[in-house]
């Protein structure tokens, strides 16, 4: 990650039906432009679908960021804000990045430690460092409705994936804490020829 101070905002391009905003920020030290992205929408089993979730999120952080409506970004050009630079996007916040396999992983087998568990209402999410990057392992309990644009919780896959979470770390989700640190092995497998996935194994220890 490399901070960048007081980059001008020049331009805010709007894409997607409207649904991202692309704005474009002037780094004159380093003779570099910064795409900084608000989008709406998610990417979910490769492709972008709305969700009323992450639009609220871009609502909260043009008005704690501009003062001002996703709207009317543009009415914003000339503002100078300080800009985090990361490996594949670019921030106005200091963020964690969580990087996904690629094909090239596929039939990796590595040690590594827990390193932060979510359960953001989905699903569950391991998180663990690779190679000094971080990668995740999901255990989706939810479905996405494209005509609501809203995601909903599946009860039967949510019991199904609490009870197998619980046989797998030897521990409740409500406990997940308890194995944050502890050593896991990960095989990167691949799904339908196509999504590269991470496997934990059950650890000894669970």
Same mark, same amino acid.
């Given at each position: 990650?490399?901070?960048? @101070?007081?980059?001008?905002?020049?331009?805010?391009?709007?894409?997607? $039906?409207?649904? @991202?905003?692309?704005?474009?920020?002037?780094?004159?030290?380093?003779?570099?432009?910064?795409?900084?992205?608000?989008?709406?929408?998610?990417?979910?089993?490769?492709? =972008? *679908?709305?969700?009323?979730?992450?639009? +609220?999120?871009?609502?909260?952080?043009?008005?704690?960021?501009?003062?001002?409506?996703?709207?009317?970004?543009?009415?914003? *050009?000339?503002?100078?804000?300080?800009?985090?630079?990361?490996?594949?996007?670019?921030?106005?916040?200091?963020?964690?990045? #969580?990087?996904? %396999? #690629?094909?090239?992983?596929? &039939?990796?087998?590595?040690? #590594?430690?827990?390193?932060?568990?979510?359960?953001?209402?989905? &699903?569950?999410?391991? =998180? %663990?460092? =690779?190679?000094?990057?971080?990668?995740?392992?999901?255990?989706?309990?939810?479905?996405? *409705?494209?005509?609501?644009?809203?995601? =909903?919780?599946? !009860?039967?896959?949510?019991?199904?994936?609490?009870?197998?979470?619980? +046989?797998? %770390?030897?521990?409740?989700?409500?406990?997940?804490?308890?194995?944050?640190?502890?050593?896991?092995?990960?095989?990167?497998? *691949?799904?339908?020829?196509?999504?590269?996935?991470? $496997?934990?194994?059950? !650890?000894?220890?669970?």
């Amino acid at each position: 990650m490399d901070l960048r @101070k007081d980059c001008e905002l020049v331009e805010v391009v709007y894409q997607n $039906d409207n649904k @991202k905003a692309v704005m474009t920020f002037l780094d004159v030290e380093n003779g570099q432009v910064l795409e900084v992205n608000f989008n709406k929408q998610i990417y979910d089993d490769g492709k =972008f *679908i709305d969700s009323k979730e992450k639009a +609220d999120k871009v609502k909260e952080w043009c008005k704690e960021y501009f003062d001002t409506t996703f709207e009317k970004l543009s009415s914003t *050009i000339g503002t100078k804000k300080d800009v985090y630079v990361y490996e594949k996007f670019n921030s106005l916040w200091k963020t964690k990045e #969580t990087v996904k %396999f #690629t094909k090239e992983h596929v &039939g990796k087998f590595f040690e #590594t430690k827990i390193s932060r568990i979510v359960n953001d209402g989905r &699903g569950i999410r391991i =998180f %663990f460092e =690779f190679e000094d990057k971080e990668y995740e392992s999901k255990m989706m309990y939810s479905d996405y *409705i494209q005509d609501l644009g809203k995601w =909903f919780e599946n !009860p039967q896959k949510k019991n199904a994936q609490y009870a197998k979470f619980k +046989d797998k %770390f030897g521990v409740e989700v409500d406990k997940a804490e308890d194995v944050v640190g502890k050593d896991i092995m990960v095989e990167v497998k *691949i799904a339908f020829n196509k999504f590269p996935y991470a $496997d934990i194994k059950k !650890p000894n220890w669970a």
